[in-house]
Nanobody, 122 residues
Framework: QVQLVESGGGLVQPGGSLRLACTTS????????IAWFRQAPGGGRDFVAL????????CYADSVKGRFTISRDIDGKLVHLQMNNLKAEDTAIYYC???????????????WGQGTQVTVSS
């Protein structure tokens, strides 16, 4: 059974950092594209970052480029999202997703976690 479980969210001040983790099970991590999306109140599910399967390719939304880093821990079956210099506009529920198509939109991703809340506020 495929499962994705996000963790690491919380409340942080502007300029601070958080490290999200997506713990995976039930599939071979190397075979799947893993992406992070986020959804702010009243908004849609927006692309944040992508780690392509079996490749070093990384892709980021313009709004987080230079501040966020996506990485894989293959042995631990984890995908991390390191978030630095956080801003109020980064406040959202963050979701990790797995799929066989590398996409910047949520539709092609078959498997999703339950999300973790990130709140950036002073």
């Amino acid at each position: 059974q495929v499962q994705l479980v996000e963790s690491g969210g919380g409340l942080v001040q502007p300029g601070g950092s958080l490290r999200l983790a997506c713990t995976t099970s039930g599939f071979t991590l190397d075979d799947y594209n893993i992406a992070w999306f986020r959804q702010a109140p009243g908004g849609g599910r927006d692309f944040v970052a992508l780690s392509a399967s079996n490749a070093p390719n990384r892709c980021y939304a313009d709004s987080v480029k230079g501040r966020f880093t996506i990485s894989r821990d293959i042995d631990g079956k984890l995908v991390h999202l390191q978030m630095n210099n956080l801003k109020a506009e980064d406040t959202a529920i963050y979701y990790c997703a797995a799929g066989t198509t590398a996409a910047l939109m949520p539709g092609p991703y078959k498997y999703w976690g339950q999300g973790t809340q990130v709140t950036v506020s002073s």
